[in-house]
């Protein structure tokens, strides 16, 4: 007799990096802004990138679910990673554990490398850039900021 057996098990970590299917990032810095960034920054156009990337991840999904007519239990999400959980070779730490939607796990986690914005253009250079890699300003007074980013996390197939 299996006593132990169960459809959702602990996963080592190595499999957790592999079951990680999609990235959204939500920019968002520690420093309080006084003022929306302007319209054409580079801030928007990433925006509007990740948010064309959200999408498409939704409809591979909504594809897959179709295509698959998955049970109840294929929609079920994994286990939640614990906070300090590294992921992508070690650029992103977790956080915290936000919530569960849509058979996704979401969280809340920061880039292990921090960055320097250019106080002309905004761009977020490399923490060992000199030189502004957009607009090429000195960047030896730029302030390094940490990107916190939004994690969705869905179960292999
Ligand atoms: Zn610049």
Not at 54 to 79: D, F, G, I, M, N
């Amino acid at each position: 007799m299996q006593q132990g057996e169960s459809s959702c098990g602990i996963v080592n970590s190595a499999e957790v990096v592999r079951r990680w299917s999609a990235l959204i990032a939500a920019p968002r810095t520690e420093k309080k802004q006084s003022s929306a960034p302007s319209a054409g920054s580079d801030w928007w156009r990433n925006r509007r990138k990740l948010r064309g990337k959200k999408r498409k991840l939704h409809q591979r999904r909504l594809e897959s679910v179709e295509a698959e007519a998955p049970t109840v239990e294929e929609a079920e999400p994994p286990e939640p990673l614990p906070e300090g959980a590294l992921l992508f070779q070690r650029r992103y730490e977790i956080v915290s554990f936000v919530s569960t939607h849509d058979g996704l796990n979401e969280y809340e986690a920061m880039e292990t490398e921090p960055r320097k914005r250019c106080p002309v253009c905004q761009t977020l250079n490399t923490a060992d850039s000199n030189y502004c890699e957009q607009c090429g300003h000195d960047l030896a007074d730029a302030d390094l900021e940490t990107l916190k980013v939004r994690l969705l996390e869905a179960k292999s197939s």
